[in-house]
């Protein structure tokens, strides 16, 4: 699984539009620079992001692009479904008669990687604009982490 650049280069053009503050337009140019974004990508990606609603557009000197609502509304989740970008765990396609092994069989771990796949989507959507600039991401995760089998963690000391 991996997400490829499309996704990443979203949210992080997102984020830098989110971190001037909203004192107006953000221009692909600028964004370009900061992020060591090809400015061609950037013009694609803003594309979708405009049709998807996330972001508006404002021509002329001092143009460029805003975000529609304020970080804290704006969801990591939504950034990369504009995109297009699928963050897929698993070589089945959902609701078809191939499984993982290409036959009508699934592979051992396919329930593993396809959980995976659900606490991703679940991460993306509880991850907001305003958690990455206020850098509340780092341990969000371990709002679920298991406790540690004491029977395991005596065996591996």
């Known amino acids: 699984m991996k997400l490829t650049t499309k996704g990443r280069y979203a949210v992080s053009a997102m984020a830098d539009i989110a971190s001037t503050g909203g004192e107006g337009p953000v221009s ?3 964004i370009a620079l900061r992020q060591g974004i090809s400015l061609s990508y950037l013009e694609q990606l803003f594309s979708k992001l405009r049709k998807a609603g996330l972001v508006e557009s404002a021509r002329g000197v001092g143009g460029g692009y805003a ?3 304020v970080p804290a509304q704006m969801r990591v989740a939504d950034i ?3 995109v297009d970008e699928e963050i897929r765990t698993t070589a089945c396609t959902p609701g078809s008669v191939t499984g993982c092994q290409g036959t009508s069989a699934r592979c051992l771990t396919h329930d593993l990687w ?3 796949g659900r606490q991703i989507e ?3 959507n509880a991850v907001t604009l305003e ?3 206020e850098k509340r991401v780092a ?7 298991p406790e540690r089998d004491n029977r395991i963690a ?4």
């Open 139 to 145: 341990g969000m995760a371990a709002v679920n982490v």
């Open 80 to 82: 990369v479904a504009a």
């Open 131 to 133: 958690d990455i600039l």
């Open 114 to 116: 396809d959980e995976l």
């Open 67 to 69: 975000l529609t609502a």
């Open 28 to 30: 692909l140019s600028d």
């Open 122 to 124: 679940i991460f993306l």
């Open 154 to 157: 005596g065996a591996a000391e």
